[in-house]
C-alpha cells in the first residue's frame, strides 16, 4: 500500500524526531518524562493547569465557552496535534498527542 498523496511513507524520519528523544525510545516514555517533568515543575500538575486554561477561557465571557470543561481543554490540544501531524507529520507530534490523552484521563480521574 503506498502512502497518500502528499506524504512520504514513513513521515517519522530521523529529522523529525524530537530532539530528546532517541530513535528507538517509546513516545509514551517521552510523553510521561514531558508530563512529569520540567513542565510539571514549570507549570503545575496538568489537572491545575488545565482547570487554569478552562477557568480563563471561560472569564472571557465569550458565550462559547461559558461551559467548557478541563477535558475540553485536552480533546482540543489532541485535535491540534492531529491538525499539525496532518499538515506536517513530525514524531513531536505523536509525542505531545500522547502526552495530552494521559493528561485527559487524569482529568477524568481513570
Sequence with gaps: MSAPAGYSENPYTPESQSP???PSQSILIEADSLINGDR???????EENFSRWRDTCRATGRPGLAN???EDIA??????????DT?????????????YFEIWSRIRGL
Aim: aromatic share 2%; glycine share 8%; proline share 6%.
Design 68 to 70: 467548557i470543561t478541563a
Design 75 to 84: 480533546v482540543l490540544m489532541i485535535c491540534g496535534k492531529i491538525c499539525r
Design 20 to 22: 530528546i528523544m532517541k
Design 87 to 99: 499538515n506536517a507529520p513530525k514524531a513531536d507530534n505523536l509525542v505531545d498527542g500522547a502526552a
Design 40 to 46: 510539571q515543575t514549570a507549570y503545575g500538575t496538568p
